[in-house]
């Protein structure tokens, strides 16, 4: 009797020890998983823009052998495609979902509302002593800050607004074109007449739904901004312009003449079509990457001087979630993404061996008579089978300039977008951010009238002698005075300040 009572409190001692370990397991008692220098490693949760990869899993399991030994961070990455983004970061941000990283622009995810309405973690003071904060421009930086106080990593690539014009160079060949003396709408037109006369196979300005006519200002709120060199800082509406009304007259001319597609106002871009010019936002070398998605070479020239604006240099920021538990971590990653070469590449290109190769150039003198080929060690050549696998848009990772160039590139491509750069003038509103809450809902009303009359006025589809009064009609109806009038104050006093 005694022995089964001895086997009865050891039993129950047991079973106390287990609820012990089970109660401590449920409170966190798990190991932390660490790195050989036995730091824990955090997983950081990223959201991008753009569709999933197939290959995206085992590229990231290679990064995350990589950083997880460099600073004890391993990466889940999240996507949304390009038409969805938008939509889906407001419920991840307004739902409080678990997320550390996101991608963040001017035009996508709003990078400025975001900051606003404390979605972003304010990293002023994490950054300040980061590798990256001294290299990237302190443009890029400027245009970060969002009263003040910075709350976006943006990566660094061209700063300014560069729309260009982009011909297709076999007939730009065939008729001796001088397309460097091309820059205005209006320079177009005798080219535009002669593809029309002796191409008529081709489509002599082609455009689709997403095109908007040169527009020569900062739209700050569109259609509401400041007249690029206007020193003044005279706010205006952009239909209301003389620039503006010119150029739907000549869209107009252009579209009865039989130089635009029919359909230009609802089409998306379909690269079967045959076209000698388009429109497209510029950067150097963009004629490159153009071709390449085209299948056949192009050239391009500039339309207007390239400017600097809010917007421009806010194309691509990566913002941290102001709810993370590892902001530490958040800046430390980002910051290795934007100055360790072998991580942006991996990033950018995907795993060297399977995805790409460095890329051989034919040997000079010396390499010859080593017996050897020469390799250029910042050049890559695409696998074309694989590469499909894993392609995803560079700027939304981080800065380029640590990117290896394509083989096809020049060499020297990223100084000459620093150039580029230097070189880009800044518009007289950059820095300045127009405050919404004052008339939040009028100008949550310009996008159904611009939905309803911008694309037809944009493509010459409609005639604008009668319907751009209509357009002004319905602004004047949503209250485009009150926020002419609510930004005019707003940015007198930041002029003020400066």
Same mark, same amino acid.
Request: with cysteine.
């Given at each position: 009797?005694?022995?089964?009572?001895?086997?009865?409190?050891?039993?129950?001692?047991?079973?106390?020890?287990?609820?012990? =370990?089970?109660l401590l397991a449920g409170c966190g008692g798990?190991?932390?998983?660490?790195?050989?220098?036995?730091?824990?490693?955090?997983?950081? *949760?990223?959201?991008?823009?753009?569709?999933?990869?197939?290959?995206?899993?085992?590229?990231?399991?290679?990064?995350? @052998?990589?950083?997880?030994?460099?600073?004890?961070?391993?990466?889940?990455?999240?996507?949304?495609?390009?038409?969805?983004?938008?939509?889906?970061?407001?419920?991840?941000?307004?739902?409080?979902?678990?997320?550390?990283?996101?991608? *963040?622009?001017?035009?996508?995810?709003?990078?400025?509302?975001?900051?606003?309405?404390?979605?972003?973690?304010?990293?002023?003071?994490?950054?300040?002593?980061?590798?990256?904060? %001294?290299?990237?421009?302190?443009?890029?930086?400027?245009?970060?800050?969002?009263?003040?106080?910075?709350?976006?990593?943006?990566?660094?690539?061209?700063?300014?607004?560069?729309?260009?014009?982009?011909?297709?160079?076999?007939?730009?060949?065939?008729? @001796?074109?001088?397309?460097?003396?091309?820059?205005?709408?209006?320079?177009?037109?005798?080219?535009?007449?002669?593809?029309?006369?002796?191409?008529?196979?081709?489509?002599?300005?082609?455009?689709?739904?997403?095109?908007?006519?040169?527009?020569?200002?900062?739209?700050?709120? &569109?259609?509401?901004?400041?007249?690029?060199?206007?020193?003044?800082?005279?706010?205006?509406?952009?239909?209301?312009?003389? %620039?503006?009304?010119?150029?739907?007259?000549?869209?107009?001319?252009?579209?009865?003449?039989?130089y635009i597609n029919k359909d230009a106002a609802?089409?998306?871009?379909?690269?079967?079509?045959?076209?000698?010019? *388009?429109?497209?936002?510029?950067?150097?070398?963009?004629?490159?990457?153009?071709?390449?998605?085209?299948?056949?070479?192009?050239?391009?020239?500039?339309?207007?001087?390239?400017?600097?604006?809010?917007?421009?240099?806010?194309?691509?920021?990566?913002?941290? &979630?102001?709810?993370?538990?590892?902001?530490?971590?958040?800046?430390?990653?980002?910051?290795?993404?934007?100055?360790?070469?072998?991580?942006?590449?991996?990033?950018?290109? $995907?795993?060297? $061996?399977?995805?790409?190769?460095?890329?051989?150039?034919?040997?000079?003198?010396?390499?010859? =008579?080593?017996?050897?080929?020469?390799?250029?060690?910042?050049?890559?050549?695409?696998?074309?089978?694989?590469?499909?696998?894993?392609?995803?848009?560079?700027?939304?990772?981080?800065?380029?300039?640590?990117?290896?160039?394509?083989?096809?590139?020049?060499?020297?491509?990223?100084?000459?977008?620093?150039?580029?750069?230097?070189?880009?003038?800044?518009?007289?509103? /950059?820095?300045?951010?127009?405050?919404?809450?004052?008339?939040?809902?009028?100008?949550? $009303?310009?996008?159904?009238?611009?939905? @309803? /009359?911008?694309?037809?006025?944009?493509?010459?589809s409609v005639d604008p002698e009668e319907y751009?009064?209509?357009?002004?009609?319905?602004?004047?109806?949503?209250?485009?005075?009150?926020?002419?009038?609510?930004?005019?104050?707003?940015?007198?006093?930041?002029?003020?300040?400066?």
């Amino acid at each position: 009797m005694m022995k089964f009572k001895m086997i009865k409190r050891f039993a129950a001692a047991g079973l106390a020890v287990v609820m012990t =370990a089970g109660l401590l397991a449920g409170c966190g008692g798990k190991k932390a998983e660490t790195n050989s220098s036995g730091d824990e490693i955090v997983e950081l *949760t990223w959201w991008q823009i753009g569709d999933a990869q197939k290959d995206q899993d085992q590229v990231i399991e290679k990064v995350n @052998e990589y950083i997880e030994e460099k600073i004890g961070v391993k990466l889940k990455i999240n996507t949304a495609g390009w038409g969805d983004y938008d939509q889906k970061m407001q419920v991840v941000i307004n739902t409080g979902d678990d997320w550390d990283l996101c991608f *963040t622009c001017s035009w996508a995810n709003n990078y400025l509302q975001n900051a606003n309405k404390g979605a972003f973690l304010q990293i002023d003071d994490y950054i300040k002593d980061t590798e990256m904060y %001294k290299n990237i421009d302190g443009r890029f930086w400027e245009a970060a800050k969002v009263q003040g106080k910075t709350y976006g990593v943006p990566s660094e690539k061209e700063i300014g607004s560069m729309p260009m014009w982009v011909f297709t160079k076999e007939y730009v060949d065939k008729y @001796e074109i001088p397309v460097d003396e091309i820059h205005s709408l209006e320079d177009l037109e005798p080219w535009l007449k002669l593809i029309k006369e002796k191409e008529p196979d081709v489509v002599p300005m082609y455009l689709t739904s997403s095109y908007s006519a040169p527009i020569y200002m900062d739209l700050i709120q &569109n259609p509401v901004g400041i007249e690029y060199g206007d020193d003044t800082l005279t706010v205006k509406n952009v239909f209301e312009t003389e %620039k503006m009304k010119s150029t739907l007259e000549t869209m107009r001319k252009y579209y009865l003449a039989g130089y635009i597609n029919k359909d230009a106002a609802t089409a998306s871009d379909d690269k079967s079509v045959k076209r000698f010019v *388009t429109k497209g936002d510029g950067q150097p070398y963009a004629e490159l990457v153009w071709g390449k998605d085209l299948g056949y070479e192009v050239v391009a020239t500039p339309i207007m001087d390239t400017y600097v604006t809010n917007i421009s240099a806010r194309g691509a920021l990566t913002a941290i &979630n102001a709810q993370t538990k590892h902001p530490e971590k958040a800046v430390e990653f980002l910051n290795l993404v934007n100055t360790d070469e072998y991580l942006r590449n991996l990033l950018n290109y $995907g795993i060297e $061996g399977e995805h790409w190769d460095k890329a051989e150039v034919p040997a000079d003198e010396a390499a010859k =008579a080593e017996g050897k080929p020469y390799v250029y060690e910042n050049k890559v050549k695409l696998n074309e089978e694989t590469r499909k696998n894993y392609s995803v848009s560079y700027w939304v990772q981080g800065g380029l300039f640590n990117t290896y160039v394509l083989e096809n590139e020049p060499v020297d491509k990223w100084a000459t977008f620093k150039e580029f750069n230097d070189s880009s003038v800044e518009a007289p509103s /950059f820095g300045f951010d127009f405050d919404l809450e004052p008339v939040s809902t009028e100008v949550a $009303g310009f996008g159904n009238v611009m939905d @309803e /009359f911008g694309k037809s006025l944009y493509t010459g589809s409609v005639d604008p002698e009668e319907y751009l009064p209509k357009l002004q009609e319905k602004l004047e109806a949503t209250g485009i005075d009150k926020v002419i009038e609510e930004m005019q104050k707003q940015i007198d006093e930041w002029k003020a300040s400066k």
